[in-house]
């Protein structure tokens, strides 16, 4: 049986092959034009060669062309598309979460920053006889803020802590000020801490042990702490600082109208790197009272009462003054400080309301990092983690000891020793352990009087309390 073989009809086979031709012009035009190039000089060589007439490659070449040019178009509106796609992504803000939240405006003139702290302590205390304190749990910060820049040269201040734990801190309201740094000196009005004393400078975020050492628990809210007026600030020669402060009490204290304070405060740092710093500083203040005035401080653990008491003495003005330094070489560090105030008391006082004390420690990172020194404020900054724990590191690993004195034995108030030993474990540059012992060396036969005039009756005297206290700390 003979098989059929059907010719096509020229007609017929010009328009198969022009849909062929066709078909493979549209596939081929969409990813590239030079394809459509060929494609042209394909349709050629089939008319020259009678394949398609005349005006089939007439309108398959018309068709071609009108592809290109969509194609062209096509083109032409994405390059415009992403074109305004990027132009628009440069007025965009910048987010930053990197262990904060921030977000700033393009040109970096507005940014809005919230951030926080939280702070769990745990102290088991040893009293060896006395009653000097106590054992507990607290939650010793905790603290929101937000805060922000306007026009670049505008900021602005708002914390609050919930804990309402500090003693100098009746209402919770911690900072809340704005301030112009549009000229070589700074001015802020509102609340925040006047200039007085290296350790009360540095936040309690990035202080080496978990509670700031017994003098400037005892005389740092004299004249400076946290007080609202008018505050300056200024550095020069990449050495130098300055602070002043024209202040009130506290704003949300009963007496902020009653009283004002002068406080004020230089810092010289020859030498300030990655490596190694050097920092010397004075400061000092004045502020009237016109009232009864109390000094008294906690050993170096807070879940304790005030060993070392005045009790009230009537005085008209106070004064403090002190000086202190630091050094930082590597993961070494040394720091310590001299604070002394003064009082003058008011008609027919025959105790003199004054006192002094110092404190000096050292610390090492046995990991290798660095204590990082902030010398536009004269203070100490977070701890930067080379490897934290978790993705692959240790974390960073301190250690420190510190003996402090307070002597406030002219007012009867006491005098007391004691020393500090403190391990810190930086998970990462948020999250941290602390680990504290502390212990009374001596508490003389005047502490805890609480009266300032005759001596204890607590059986206090010769008492050698010791504390250790867990810190679990996270901020943002």
């Known amino acids: 049986m003979k098989k059929r073989i059907t010719l096509l009809k020229p007609t017929q086979l010009h328009i198969m092959c022009g849909s062929v031709i066709f078909g493979c012009l549209t596939a081929l035009s969409t990813p590239s034009l030079a394809a459509n190039d060929a494609m042209q000089d394909l349709l050629k060589i089939l008319r020259d060669k009678g394949s398609i007439t005349n005006e089939e490659y007439q309108l398959l070449r018309n068709a071609a062309e009108a592809d290109s040019e969509k194609i062209e178009a096509v083109k032409q509106e994405a390059e415009t598309a992403a074109d305004e796609a990027k132009e628009a992504a440069k007025n965009l803000p910048e987010v930053n979460t990197k262990g904060k939240l921030e977000i700033t405006s393009a040109d970096g003139n507005y940014s809005w920053r919230i951030g926080g702290r939280l702070q769990y302590d745990a102290t088991w205390t040893d009293r060896d006889g006395s009653d000097i304190g106590n054992s507990g749990q607290e939650f010793r910060r905790a603290r929101l803020y937000a805060s922000g820049v306007i026009d670049k040269v505008w ?23 704005v301030e112009y740094t549009g ?14 004393t290296l350790e009360e400078m540095t936040s309690s975020k990035y202080i ?24 300056f600030h200024t550095l020069f020669n990449n050495q130098f600082t300055l602070g002043a402060a024209v202040t009130g009490n506290r704003v949300t204290a009963d007496d902020f109208a009653s009283e004002y304070a002068f406080t004020a405060r230089g810092t010289w740092s020859p030498i300030h790197n990655d490596q190694q710093s050097v920092h010397v500083g004075v400061s000092g203040g004045w502020r009237n009272i016109d009232e009864d005035l109390r000094v008294r401080a906690r050993p170096p653990w807070h879940l304790a009462n005030r060993p070392v008491d005045t009790g009230a003495i009537p005085v008209e ?16 560090s040394l720091q310590g400080e001299y604070i002394r105030y003064d009082a003058d008391e008011a008609p027919g006082v025959v105790v003199d309301q004054d006192g002094f004390g110092y404190y000096v420690y050292g610390s090492y990172y046995l990991t290798g990092e660095t204590r990082r020194y902030n010398w536009g404020g004269g203070n100490f900054k977070a701890t930067k983690v080379r490897s934290s724990f978790g993705k692959g590191g240790p974390g960073a690993w301190e250690v420190a000891a510190r003996y402090g004195s307070l002597d406030l034995d002219d007012a009867f108030g006491g005098e007391i020793d004691a020393f500090t030993a403190a391990l810190n474990w930086y998970v990462n540059n948020n999250i941290m352990f602390r680990l504290n012992y502390s212990k009374v060396l001596d508490c003389s036969d005047t502490c805890d009087l609480g009266l300032g005039l005759t001596p204890s009756s607590t059986g206090n005297s010769g008492a050698k309390p010791s504390a250790v206290t867990f810190r679990t700390q996270v901020f943002f």
Do not use: C
């Open 155 to 177: 900021n602005w201040k708002f914390q609050y802590d919930f804990t309402d734990l500090d003693d100098n801190a009746q209402e919770g309201i911690e900072d809340a000020y």
């Open 183 to 196: 000229m070589p000196v700074a001015i802020a009005v509102g609340q925040k801490k006047a200039p007085f």
């Open 208 to 231: 080496t042990f978990i509670e700031r050492a017994m003098v400037v628990d005892a005389m740092a809210s004299l004249v400076g702490n946290r007080r609202g007026g008018l505050h």
């Open 317 to 332: 003005s106070v004064s403090s003054y002190g000086v202190e330094g630091a050094w930082v070489y590597g993961p070494w």
